[in-house]
């Protein structure tokens, strides 16, 4: 058994707020589907599991997923406290000193079935390493049809949580990192409409725990109206199949671009957590276009051209 | 319009071979699947088009897809002949001098919709870089339920091609290195039952070329009479299901691991060509695993561990 790091009360502080958030988002989500539970499946590893190219020493992992609900066809929301020494190369380019770290975040991924709802992601976490630690994560939205009162809607919970922060967040920042982040470059499409993303938030830790925080805690305020306003309404078999074109993309960008799905794969991370991300069902089709003038393609010019949502000022 | 590379009397005659090696196949999977056929698409590419980042400078293609099939769920076979300068990087990692590149080849994946059919990819390509040129490819199963017999038959075929150019091929050493590129390691398993592969043959280019040739038409030999025992056998749901989730495992390598993928889609190749591979639909499911003594369990059990499969010699 790997000898676990040091004490780090501040970390261990980030651990229960992101448990806290993961316990909080579970109970919603099943209020919300009304009909399928997540299986719990809460994990540890030490050394002896461990990958000879595997920088993760140690850990523990409490994975939520849901399959087959009638409002979420797949849904996982995970939380994940490890510890290890990263590869020289990998030390590089990270801030801090040393080669030992600390990872600790909530991450999820929501698969709606109905079309009409989008897909949305959520990740919060702290990292450290010797001396020096530091937040990122965020949130995104991916309509498979826009909704433009949804993008809104979502970017406005968003902007107030980093105006509510203003000595550590910046919306303006944070949205433009988001539209640079979730974008699939062999594409030339965005993932979806955006949101927040973050990385590297050192400085006033305190203040910076109570934004990931709320900013965590936010994340019912901004998707469960999006889902609620939409999760009954009819949808034709084109509808469907075009939300299973958008889920391949969304498998091309955490397969090909996702730094953390590529980092966890390549080096050893807790696969089946890694790759919650995937939907239950996907679709390729060679050259796919869809006919100029149609909610497909209303979404595809959005992507390929990204706005700014948040509400005007008056 | 880039200026086109010097004539290259030997790179002509690959693709010459590459193309009719392309048309024989795509006729027999005309008539193997006696319902859909083959969407023509030819391309061309100038500089104009180039991204920034991208490697190719011209070139043209002959693409040809069939999706919703009777025996052919989605099936791709390509042939391509781009020209262009690989970035300083790249061509570190290259045999030969300088920076100009030719690159033609043929290339198929097969998904077929009745799950006791086996997935099958080949391809067989041509580089040249400067005075130095060389071959590379091979073909390799991926069944969905094992049947001996049937891996037995691939690996047969391709031994009997390798046995044919001895001074060029060897069997033994192809299979090995098919083994180990077909390979997930984040899963730990095989893609499939493996074939041959091999890259960098550059020496006796006639026989190389007669090899390849060979090779490429043998493809029909090794797969038609596996597809023709299955594709009539009913099958259930459940194996329905099944062949969806090792769908699933086909994109993860494409996506994480296959390098002529990775490097399309980070050097602007035609996105629509590279991702012809990814099957029609593909499943994710959380932490799937099948009882023991199933026969998704051997499949399992004999991706975890390769074993030979040519005929004993006598």
């Avoid at 968003?158 to 949205?175: L, M, N, S």
Wanted: charged share 30%; aromatic share 10%; net charge negative.
């Amino acid at each position: 058994m790997a000898t676990p790091p040091p004490a780090d009360a501040f970390f261990d502080r980030c651990v229960d707020r992101f448990a806290r958030i993961q316990d909080r988002i579970v109970e919603a989500l099943e209020a919300l589907d009304g009909e399928a539970t997540f299986l719990r499946d809460d994990w540890t590893r030490d050394d002896e599991e461990r990958r000879d190219d595997s920088p993760v020493l140690g850990g523990w992992g409490r994975t939520r997923v849901l399959e087959g609900g009638r409002v979420l066809e797949k849904a996982g929301v995970n939380l994940s406290c490890v510890h290890g020494r990263f590869t020289p190369e990998f030390a590089e380019r990270l801030p801090g000193n040393g080669r030992e770290f600390r990872a600790s975040g909530v991450s999820l991924v929501l698969h709606p079935r109905n079309p009409h709802v989008p897909i949305v992601h959520m990740n919060y976490r702290r990292l450290s390493r010797g001396d020096t630690g530091w937040f990122g994560g965020g949130a995104d939205l991916t309509p498979i049809y826009l909704d433009e009162q949804d993008a809104t809607h979502f970017h406005d919970v968003h902007r107030a949580v980093c105006e509510a922060h203003p000595a550590v967040a910046d919306y303006a920042t944070f949205k433009q990192e988001c539209d640079r982040y979730f974008h699939l470059p062999h594409r030339g499409e965005a993932r979806g409409v955006g949101g927040i993303f973050f990385d590297y938030l050192r400085e006033r830790p305190e203040e910076c725990l109570a934004f990931v925080h709320d900013a965590g805690n936010a994340f019912l305020d901004a998707w469960l109206p999006i889902a609620t306003r939409h999760l009954d309404r009819p949808y034709t078999d084109e509808e469907r199949q075009w939300q299973l074109l958008r889920r391949g993309r969304y498998v091309e960008f955490n397969l090909v671009w996702d730094r953390g799905t590529q980092f966890g794969l390549r080096t050893g991370g807790r696969i089946e957590s890694i790759l919650m991300s995937l939907p239950g069902l996907a679709s390729w089709r060679y050259d796919h276009r869809p006919a100029q003038g149609t909610r497909e393609a209303a979404l595809l010019d959005v992507l390929r051209s990204p706005r700014e949502w948040a509400s005007p000022r008056s």
